[in-house]
DNA sequence: CGCTTCTTTCAGAAATTTGTGAAGTTAAGG
DNA sequence: CCTTAACTTCACAAATTTCTGAAAGAAGCG
């Protein structure tokens, strides 16, 4: 206990709001360790917590806080750090890497765009099949496009709205 | 190759294309069935299938299709019509629902963006994790603006690029 | 008005996913 | 070099999801 930084917050608040956030992600398709340990990372007042907190606040064993960060590092949503002269290991939510995150889906985009580009030589592109795919695969690379640039708009937003994090 | 319009493609390559599509989209989070018909849809001459040659092309039950085309429908990824004079029901994928359907992810941003302030309110926003949500927050609110404005982009752009369709 | 054709619903079998306890592994600290 | 703390892996039990066959439900057509 004892957070340094402010009053000691109602803790079931906290709770709540862990819960009903990390529903909506499980409803996006996030499976529901990962969805939870994230939001409780997101609702820590550092933004770092070690396993055995995420154990505790989450109620689950050594086992599925281990396989829920795994998941998230592997989406690049939280990081892995490793306390300096110690065995334990702290996950950190970093605002960037959140929003990159997000952006991430990038690759999942790449492999739709291949297996269109596939199907548009397969299906022959001189046919209304092999047109309609064209028209999506030229879609989601127009998207992938106006995503990094939207990026960078959101950098520089986010500047002047809450100063450099 | 290059069978005219109309003339039976290889209907092996084609069935290639639409299983290995729609294993993107699974991992991408879609129902496996939602996934093949669409897949299938999308492969198809004219965009338009019945429940019958679904069933057929994918070696699915009618209960599978009944199943998956209610799925697509409800994320408005198809839509459904009644062949007039006759009981059969076909099923569409237009150019322009397809796209509508990724910015309907709104409707998933939305509930996000609730539950986030309600966090906001609960763990303070004067606290270090009321001010995490809140730029996340405001990370959504952001998007969901540019978004809009991509589409209206992507349209023109994609008229210039297409014709209108 | 009933027959026929197509679609949906329902209960259940099968497969998959999920989370746990327990053993295994790694590395700090004496 | 041995002890001990912390995380990971593994096998399995439980819960959930998915697809099917069968039966019920609409709707055109004679």
New binding site residues.
């Given amino acids: 206990m004892a957070e340094p930084t402010g009053a000691a917050r109602d803790p079931e608040a906290v709770s709540r709001f862990v819960e009903h956030f990390a529903a909506q992600l499980v409803e996006a398709g996030l499976?529901?360790?990962p969805a939870r340990v994230f939001a409780a990372l997101l609702a820590s007042d550092t933004g770092v917590l070690?396993?055995?907190e995420l154990g505790e606040r989450l109620r689950?064993?050594?086992?599925?806080?281990?396989?829920a960060?795994?998941y998230l590092a592997q989406q690049h949503m939280v990081s892995r750090e490793r306390e300096p002269?110690?065995?334990?290991?702290r996950y950190r939510v970093h605002g960037d890497q959140w929003y990159e995150a997000l952006t991430n889906r990038e690759a999942v985009i790449r492999r739709w765009e291949d297996a269109l580009r596939e199907g548009v030589v397969s299906l022959g592109s001189d046919t209304p099949a092999g047109r309609r795919l064209a028209e999506t695969l030229a879609f989601f690379e127009f998207v992938e496009k106006e995503v990094e640039a939207m990026m960078d708009r959101w950098r520089a937003h986010r500047e002047e709205r809450f100063g450099r994090g």
Same sequence: chains 1, 2.
């Avoid at 689950?60 to 396989?67: D, F, K, L, R």
């Avoid at 002269?85 to 290991?89: A, K």
């Fill in positions: 499976p529901r360790m070690t396993s055995a689950i064993s050594p086992a599925a806080v281990s396989g960060v795994r002269g110690s065995r334990r290991e």
